[in-house]
């Protein structure tokens, strides 16, 4: 089937690293705005030029929104990132390394580790086989609504639900829509009965803690980016 999110449409919506670190942010904390770790305030988050990395409006203190990520220590670009994960996507037959090498511009040796880690992210797991606290979130690549924004309720989009284990597996499903009816079965057959469940407030994780799961819920809708021990801020 031809992808709704087209090779225009991607380098639309990433032209250039900044936008990636854009989204990386927007994806790992909402947005610009963030409880900051250090002084605890409600704060706004300015870029740093020149580094990965962005600073609180009232004391400074700097965040990465990739540490913990596959592009921590990597030197590659964060926009040859995206398109190698936009290919791996919408590839039905996989992507070899040799293809990665030709499509990014970089060595086989950069492609080789780049496809490996891509692989290992989003090979399938065994059933239930996550376990302990397991965050859930929805990525969304593409489309716009009607008052072009992006995310849910977008047309023309590419979703991908992530399942993070903290400090353990990541579980990547490439789902059609995000309904309770497509994403219950992918829960019931990826995390293990008894686990603690993140999720935000999409009304599809409703009564997972009716079904076997310690589940807490932030809501993104109302400022809330973690509630306890509760966030998605790694998947």
């Known amino acids: 089937m031809k992808p709704t999110f087209t090779v225009k449409a991607f380098f639309s919506r990433f032209p250039n690293d900044d936008a990636c670190l854009d989204a990386i942010l927007a994806k790992r904390m909402g ?3 963030m409880v900051c770790a250090r002084c605890g305030r409600n704060a706004k988050f300015y870029r740093i ?3 990965r990395a962005y600073a609180c409006q009232f004391c400074g203190d700097h965040f990465y929104p990739c540490v913990g990520t ?8 964060l926009q040859s990132w995206f398109y190698a994960m936009y290919l791996f996507t919408t590839t039905r037959h996989g992507v070899p390394a040799k293809e990665l090498e030709r499509q990014l ?7 080789w580790r780049m496809a490996r880690i891509l692989r290992e992210l989003m090979k399938d797991q065994e059933p239930g086989s996550l376990d302990g606290h397991v965050e859930i979130d929805e990525a969304y690549f593409g489309g716009k609504k009607k008052d072009g924004t992006r995310g849910r309720g977008a047309s023309g989009k590419t979703i991908l ?3 993070t284990e903290r400090d353990g597996n990541i579980k990547m499903v490439r789902v059609p829509n995000v309904r309770t009816a497509t994403l219950r079965p992918i ?7 008894g686990a603690t469940i993140s ?3 999409l009304n599809s994780y409703k009564l997972l803690s009716r079904e076997g799961w310690n589940h807490g819920v932030v809501r993104h809708g109302q400022g809330e980016y ?8 790694t998947t």
């Open 161 to 163: 639900m992530g399942m």
């Open 226 to 233: 973690a509630k306890g021990i509760h966030h998605v801020n």
């Open 31 to 33: 947005g610009e705005r």
């Open 199 to 201: 999720t935000d407030e």
């Open 187 to 193: 829960i019931h057959a990826s995390v293990a009965k």
């Open 70 to 77: 596959p592009f921590e220590d990597s030197r590659t670009s």
């Open 49 to 51: 030029d020149g580094r």
């Open 105 to 111: 511009g970089v060595t086989y040796k950069t492609a």
